[in-house]
Nanobody, 122 residues
Framework: QVQLVESGGGLVQPGGSLRLSCAAS????????IGWFRQAPGKEREGVLC????????NYAESAKGRFTISRDNAKNTVYLQMNSLKTEDTAIYYC???????????????WGQGTQVTVSS
């Protein structure tokens, strides 16, 4: 069964850090681009960061620059989103998605995870 599972979300204070994981099962992530997206209450889903199959990174969220990084560990079939200096406006459900052509984009992903909640609050 093809599956993407996000983990690592939770409640964190402003200024804190979290590392989200996106683990694949049923297929290998090696040739896929992996994107992280988020959706805050009452807002549309937005792209955050994406990593191509070759390791190139695309940043979609201006607010994440300098604070969020994406990395992949193909041996573990997992992609990570490291989030530092978190702000209340980062509160959202975070999703990862896999695109089989290996290129980053805002649309056209083949598989999606179920999401993990990130809440930034004091």
């Amino acid at each position: 069964q093809v599956q993407l599972v996000e983990s690592g979300g939770g409640l964190v204070q402003p200024g804190g850090s979290l590392r989200l994981s996106c683990a694949a099962s049923g297929f290998s992530l090696v040739h896929y681009a992996i994107g992280w997206f988020r959706q805050a209450p009452g807002k549309e889903r937005e792209g955050v960061l994406c990593v191509t199959s070759r390791g190139g990174v695309t940043n979609y969220a201006e607010s994440a620059k300098g604070r969020f990084t994406i990395s992949r560990d193909n041996a573990k079939n997992t992609v990570y989103l490291q989030m530092n200096s978190l702000k209340t406006e980062d509160t959202a459900i975070y999703y990862c998605a896999a695109e089989w052509l290996g290129y980053c984009a805002l649309e056209g992903y083949n598989y999606w995870g179920q999401g993990t909640q990130v809440t930034v609050s004091s």
